[in-house]
């Protein structure tokens, strides 16, 4: 899936969100893409290119292309099928284990991090561990979840699955990523401390099933009421296969630890109903191989926990909110999350205090960190988040051209999970390659940067910051304004919650009699002329209407009284109201927001919330989400799979199945009652006669189309066919902005770390080591001005960690010296040692790290 299955009220707020991937790359299944050969191929780079800025200045507007057509492909026959001219690009991307084959077919391809690979547990048990029929889930106990850490071989999976070119992982943060380079003293430890050790997995297993009341037969297997304690052990077998070999290794152990596995093979399609769609209590599954993918470069991981363990977690998938978790682990989740700290000291420690709890939690037992590749034919360019991939870069489509050439078509070929789960804006598919085919036809308030992981303005033009004095808050691009105040009030008229009986707002007066105050004050200032440029799809021009119904879905999809309320969201909205303190909109022309917060991040562009409307899952018109409320308030279709199930409904579908016949009924009784959705409040935004046209439009696009997807995009979905497996979006000539305003992101300027030094260090003697960091592309030194800080560590021959250090400049570009002090050494203990150094850059979010082995003499 992908990291989005994160809450739309936390994407509101620009935390990061993961997605679900599907095959064996980033987390749900592998796309590729195609495009028509034109002549042959040149020679593979050792690293893929990517946009490189066009010479001559274009008049042309929307995608460079005028089409993209995606199928799904086998990811094992990819490479193949971009050398007969199938396909253009495999966009969900390839293992290592397939780099040397990209490389003989003289393919390009771009390199990225961000997917990551797991073992996902059915948390739910009554009081005896039980599910409802009696049967022992032995995972609803938090100890034996944090035994499977012992139980895995990650060094094992990652040279026999993926040819060593994955990251073994231990915990939720991406490895040698931002955080993790921060934290990697902590991180570490963990690691040494969790590393393979089957004798102790075994140990606990048996002390564990005891006391919950299970006893080994005379065959060794466990039994539980004397019947076997059988687990149920979805495994994918598409893809490129690796999600089928980890499944198949991690049924052995579970064989050898005593249990009876009963392996259930299948395509995400075929699995997705059993671990998201099913009731947890049912015991349909016990274990699945999941794999999850960024949603874009993350620079603050803070959010993990909560996303990832807590059942408070935005996912939107019934087995988080199963997960007892432990009171503790609970507090230090929610305060990262919502940022309860004043310093990123502060924020250091509960980072540092969250990494062991969530290995305890192990609701997720991960297993490695992928290093992506996307192979692509050399006369393409391919624009790639250096932390999430091809699928998952939201500025990809807008940049995707043929060197040198206005318009052709690409032919893009990815996985089965483009159409695994139902696409609606507000709770449908998160899939990575769901994702990818949305973010073609979505425009949004700002533009993720591909390299760094900040914001820059898209439809937005300006704007201001004001956080509260003390507050740790950096400005890293010129169109935020950042300021600070000693305390912020809340104005009394800016709206704080929402009474979903009155359909009305609350206001902070009404909330808060005595006064509200906020950590940050955010506005955000849109151009005069963009309710003329932004047009919907279906011809309708973007208005403030469309702002306003995003902010109400915000709330009254998460409130009891409402007739669209989904249960499986109600936690995601109390966990935003905890920090949320207001919106305002002082101006609708030009349309100017503000919005107050108590979760501030330490870059400002990430502190600007857009309230563009992108619902979470996909960007629609206030009339599209009318229409679909209608449908649900009516009990014929639900936004979100829980909802579906306790309905006995159809989970709702824009783009195809029986979804579409029912909307159209609810489209053409919003046509005869004219209705303005929420009057109390959108009335004030819209017409009667904007309604009825914006209604109009909507229906002109059905009948034309055949679905409900509108976006404002560079491209517009022309056609999909869900048994095929195919969609095809075409360039939108309306979009406001010249097809090569993001030119510039070339080739991500990543760096390579090398190590110099004794390879020997003597007990009690002062040692040095040099390291030196070069452009990966180039060779050339990488500048000092562009490392922002080097830091070292030293391990014992356990993997201990015995000094951490501060690199220093030489006044040579890119060399750095590592001195380990005499009082250091003499704290060493003779024996193997090994020293680490990771360097963090400020043009691209990638640290560097390279190791270097020594011995320590007497």
């Known amino acids: 899936m992908s990291k989005n299955r994160l809450s739309f009220w936390l994407g509101l707020l620009v935390i990061a969100s993961m997605i679900l991937a599907a095959c064996g790359t980033p987390a749900t299944d592998a796309?590729?893409?195609?495009?028509?050969?034109?002549?042959?191929?040149?020679?593979?780079?050792?690293?893929?290119?990517?946009?490189?800025?066009?010479?001559?200045?274009?008049?042309?507007?929307?995608?460079?292309?005028?089409?993209?057509?995606?199928?799904?492909?086998?990811?094992?026959?990819?490479?193949?099928?971009?050398?007969?001219?199938?396909?253009?690009?495999?966009?969900?991307?390839?293992?290592?284990?397939?780099?040397?084959?990209?490389?003989?077919?003289?393919?390009?391809?771009?390199?990225?991090?961000?997917?990551?690979?797991?073992?996902?547990?059915?948390?739910?048990?009554?009081?005896?561990?039980?599910?409802?029929?009696?049967?022992?889930?032995?995972?609803?106990?938090?100890?034996?979840?944090?035994?499977?850490?012992?139980?895995?071989?990650?060094?094992?999976?990652?040279?026999?699955?993926?040819?060593?070119?994955?990251?073994?992982?231990?915990?939720?943060?991406?490895?040698?990523?931002?955080?993790y380079t921060d934290l990697v003293d902590v991180a570490r430890g963990l690691e040494a401390k969790y590393a393979y050790n089957l004798e102790k997995a075994q140990e606990v297993?048996?002390?564990?099933?005891?006391?919950?009341?299970?006893?080994?037969?005379?065959?060794?297997?466990?039994?539980?009421?004397?019947?076997?304690?059988?687990?149920?052990?979805?495994?994918?077998?598409?893809?490129?296969?690796?999600?089928?070999?980890?499944?198949?290794?991690?049924?052995?152990?579970?064989?050898?630890?005593?249990?009876?596995?009963?392996?259930?093979?299948?395509?995400?399609?075929?699995?997705?109903?059993?671990?998201?769609?099913?009731?947890?209590?049912e015991g349909q599954w016990d274990i699945y191989t999941a794999g999850w993918g960024s949603s874009g470069l993350n620079r603050d991981e803070r959010t993990i926990f909560q996303e990832m363990y807590l059942p408070n977690s935005p996912q939107g998938i019934p087995l988080f909110t199963e997960n007892d978790s432990d009171p503790v682990f609970q507090q230090v989740g929610d305060d990262l999350a919502n940022g309860n700290y004043k310093t990123l000291e502060e924020r250091h420690d509960l980072m540092a205090q969250a990494l062991p709890l969530a290995i305890e939690d192990s609701l997720q037992v991960w297993t490695v960190d992928l290093q992506s590749y996307a192979p692509f034919r050399c006369d393409l360019q391919v624009s790639s988040d250096v932390g999430a991939g091809v699928e998952t870069t939201f500025m990809s489509p807008y940049t995707m051209r043929y060197a040198d050439q206005e318009g052709g078509q690409v032919k893009v070929?990815?996985?089965?999970?483009?159409?695994?789960?139902?696409?609606?804006?507000?709770?449908?598919?998160?899939?990575?390659?769901?994702?990818?085919?949305?973010?073609?036809?979505?425009?949004?308030?700002?533009?993720?940067?591909?390299?760094?992981?900040?914001?820059?303005?898209?439809?937005?033009?300006?704007?201001?910051?004001?956080?509260?004095?003390?507050?740790?808050?950096?400005?890293?691009?010129?169109?935020?304004?950042?300021?600070?105040?000693?305390?912020?009030?809340?104005?009394?008229?800016?709206?704080?919650?929402?009474?979903?009986?009155?359909?009305?707002?609350?206001?902070?007066?009404?909330?808060?009699?005595?006064?509200?105050?906020?950590?940050?004050?955010?506005?955000?200032?849109?151009?005069?002329?963009?309710?003329?440029?932004?047009?919907?799809?279906?011809?309708?021009?973007?208005?403030?209407?469309?702002?306003?119904?995003?902010?109400?879905?915000?709330?009254?999809?998460?409130?009891?009284?409402?007739?669209?309320?989904d249960e499986d969201v109600a936690g995601n909205l109390e966990a935003f109201l905890s920090y949320f303190k207001g919106v305002q909109i002082v101006s609708t022309d030009p349309l100017t927001i503000v919005t107050y917060s108590d979760n501030v991040s330490s870059d400002a562009e990430l502190n600007v919330t857009t309230w563009w409307p992108n619902y979470g899952y996909g960007e629609a018109p206030w009339q599209a989400v009318a229409v679909g409320n209608s449908a649900v308030a009516a009990k014929e279709l639900a936004w979100g799979t829980g909802q579906a199930d306790r309905n006995t409904v159809e989970?709702?579908?824009?783009?195809?199945?029986?979804?579409?016949?029912?909307?159209?009924?609810?489209?053409?009784?919003?046509?005869?009652?004219?209705?303005?959705?929420?009057?109390?409040?959108?009335?004030?935004?819209?017409?009667?006669?904007?309604a009825a046209a914006r209604y109009a439009s909507l229906k002109e696009w059905y009948t034309a189309r055949g679905h409900f997807w509108v976006g404002t995009g560079p491209y517009w979905l022309d056609s999909v066919d869900l048994n095929a497996g195919s969609a095809l979006v075409k360039t939108n000539p309306d979009f406001p902005d010249l097809s090569d305003r993001w030119a510039k992101f070339g080739q991500a300027p990543l760096a390579e770390a090398t190590l110099d030094g004794p390879a020997q260090i003597k007990v009690g003697e002062a040692s040095e080591f040099t390291a030196s960091f070069t452009y990966k592309a180039s060779g050339d030194a990488y500048p000092t001005a562009d490392i922002k800080a080097v830091k070292f560590l030293?391990?014992?021959?356990?993997?201990?960690?015995?000094?951490?250090?501060?690199?220093?400049?030489?006044?040579?570009?890119?060399?750095?010296?590592?001195?380990?002090?005499?009082?250091?050494?003499?704290?060493?203990?003779?024996?193997?040692?090994?020293?680490?150094?990771?360097?963090?850059?400020?043009?691209?979010?990638?640290?560097?790290?390279?190791?270097?082995?020594?011995?320590?003499l007497p």
């Open 31 to 179: 796309p590729a893409t195609d495009a028509p050969a034109t002549g042959e191929v040149t020679e593979a780079p050792t690293e893929a290119a990517t946009e490189e800025p066009t010479p001559e200045p274009t008049t042309r507007h929307g995608g460079w292309l005028d089409e993209i057509a995606y199928s799904v492909v086998d990811g094992q026959s990819a490479i193949t099928q971009i050398g007969a001219g199938a396909i253009d690009l495999f966009s969900y991307g390839l293992a290592a284990d397939k780099l040397a084959e990209i490389k003989d077919a003289g393919l390009c391809y771009t390199q990225s991090y961000g997917t990551y690979y797991d073992m996902i547990f059915n948390p739910y048990g009554n009081d005896k561990h039980e599910y409802d029929d009696g049967r022992l889930n032995p995972f609803s106990n938090r100890k034996m979840r944090e035994a499977m850490n012992w139980a895995i071989d990650r060094n094992y999976i990652n040279q026999e699955i993926y040819a060593g070119g994955a990251l073994p992982k231990f915990l939720p943060i991406t490895t040698q990523l931002v955080d």
């Open 205 to 281: 297993v048996d002390a564990e099933m005891t006391a919950m009341g299970a006893e080994k037969g005379a065959d060794g297997k466990w039994q539980y009421n004397g019947a076997p304690v059988v687990l149920i052990l979805l495994i994918r077998n598409d893809g490129d296969g690796t999600r089928l070999a980890q499944g198949n290794y991690f049924a052995t152990q579970l064989e050898t630890l005593g249990f009876t596995v009963e392996r259930k093979e299948g395509k995400s399609s075929e699995l997705s109903p059993f671990w998201i769609g099913s009731n947890p209590a």
């Open 413 to 565: 070929g990815t996985t089965a999970t483009m159409f695994t789960d139902p696409w609606n804006p507000v709770n449908g598919s998160n899939w990575v390659s769901s994702t990818y085919v949305q973010n073609a036809t979505s425009g949004r308030g700002t533009m993720p940067d591909p390299y760094t992981g900040l914001a820059w303005p898209l439809r937005a033009e300006k704007a201001d910051l004001v956080v509260e004095t003390g507050i740790p808050v950096q400005t890293n691009l010129d169109w935020v304004n950042l300021t600070f105040e000693d305390s912020i009030a809340v104005p009394t008229d800016a709206w704080v919650d929402w009474d979903a009986t009155t359909g009305k707002f609350i206001t902070a007066g009404e909330k808060f009699p005595d006064g509200a105050t906020a950590k940050s004050k955010a506005t955000i200032y849109y151009p005069a002329d963009m309710f003329e440029t932004v047009k919907w799809h279906d011809g309708s021009n973007l208005s403030a209407a469309d702002f306003v119904m995003a902010m109400i879905e915000t709330f009254d999809y998460g409130k009891a009284e409402s007739p669209i309320y």
């Open 651 to 690: 989970w709702m579908s824009f783009i195809g199945g029986p979804s579409l016949e029912i909307l159209a009924k609810h489209l053409d009784e919003a046509i005869a009652n004219n209705t303005i959705p929420y009057p109390e409040v959108m009335s004030a935004y819209v017409t009667a006669e904007e």
């Open 794 to 856: 030293l391990y014992d021959e356990t993997g201990a960690t015995v000094y951490i250090g501060a690199g220093e400049a030489t006044g040579e570009d890119g060399v750095y010296t590592l001195s380990i002090p005499a009082d250091v050494s003499a704290k060493l203990v003779a024996g193997a040692g090994r020293i680490e150094v990771a360097a963090v850059l400020t043009p691209v979010a990638i640290p560097a790290f390279t190791s270097f082995d020594y011995v320590v």
